[in-house]
């Protein structure tokens, strides 16, 4: 997979209503089989690599708080939320411009850049380069639970093939996340957890996720700062 666009352009998925989802790879919610593999085990075949002459922006849906409004998540990478599989594939992108990823104020409206997504089961694995020339890159977790913002492969409650619930009640053999992270920036790059389990995540695996991580993880501010924060403020709600 390969999408540039021209200078000045940007790029933009964002989720819409109810299991209304914008991914840019393989799968897509509750999809099966094994994502990005010829058979080879080589990830630079499945290659997702993203060029923009302006901003890159993936965000979560917004439309409300609801249940009835839930899972409308923005993901670049394989897989897609409660996806079943094995998904394979580096991952490189560049941007002039700010990188952005935001995930919505609704239940489970996630924003990932890496292989997986909530509730995925498989291995995931490939290395990840993400850089700005002259911009920030910032990851918002959202404002209803589950509303995470991950940086790497796995999710929320991603880990094995054959479910077995939250952790720590999952069957044996737990399947890992692999893969070199490299981020570089000229500006800040900013992590702002959200409300409950709406967390942020630079690197391999997410909040109740059962397997093995492994891969260096490399952060790089040339022109500015590394900032970690919270906005939880107990409004939100599960």
């Known amino acids: 997979i390969d999408v540039t666009t021209a200078t000045g352009g940007d790029i933009h998925f964002t989720g819409g209503d109810a299991n209304a989802f914008a991914q840019l790879g393989h799968g897509g919610r509750d999809s099966s089989g094994n994502m990005g593999d010829d058979g080879s085990g080589?990830?630079?075949?499945?290659k997702i690599t993203v060029n923009s002459g302006g901003a890159i922006a993936f965000a979560g849906g917004t439309t409300g708080s609801n249940w009835g409004q839930q899972e409308a998540?923005?993901?670049?990478?394989?897989?897609?939320?409660?996806?079943?599989?094995?998904?394979?594939g580096d991952i490189?992108?560049?941007?002039?411009?700010?990188?952005?990823?935001?995930?919505?104020?609704?239940y489970r409206t996630f924003t990932q850049l890496g292989h997986g997504g909530q509730r995925a089961r498989g291995d995931h694995s490939g290395d990840i380069e993400v850089d700005t020339t002259t911009g920030a890159i910032n990851f918002t977790g959202g404002g209803r639970n589950e509303a995470y913002a991950q940086l790497g492969h796995g999710g929320?409650?991603?880990?094995n093939l054959n479910g077995g619930g939250l952790w720590p009640n999952v069957p044996t053999g737990s399947p890992g996340n692999s893969g070199n992270?490299?981020?570089n920036a000229a500006g800040n790059i900013q992590l702002l957890a959200g409300d409950e389990n709406s967390y942020v995540h630079f690197g391999h695996g997410g909040s109740y996720n059962n397997g093995d991580q492994t891969g260096n993880v490399s952060v790089t501010s040339t022109g500015g700062a590394?900032?970690?924060?919270?906005?939880?403020?107990?409004?939100?709600?599960?």
């Open 42 to 46: 080589n990830a630079a075949v499945s």
């Open 73 to 88: 998540y923005a993901q670049l990478g394989h897989g897609g939320y409660q996806s079943s599989g094995n998904h394979l």
């Open 92 to 106: 490189d992108v560049d941007a002039i411009g700010n990188i952005d990823f935001t995930a919505g104020d609704s």
């Open 156 to 159: 929320y409650d991603a880990d």
């Open 181 to 183: 992270i490299t981020v």
């Open 226 to 238: 590394l900032l970690m924060d919270s906005r939880h403020d107990n409004t939100g709600g599960n």
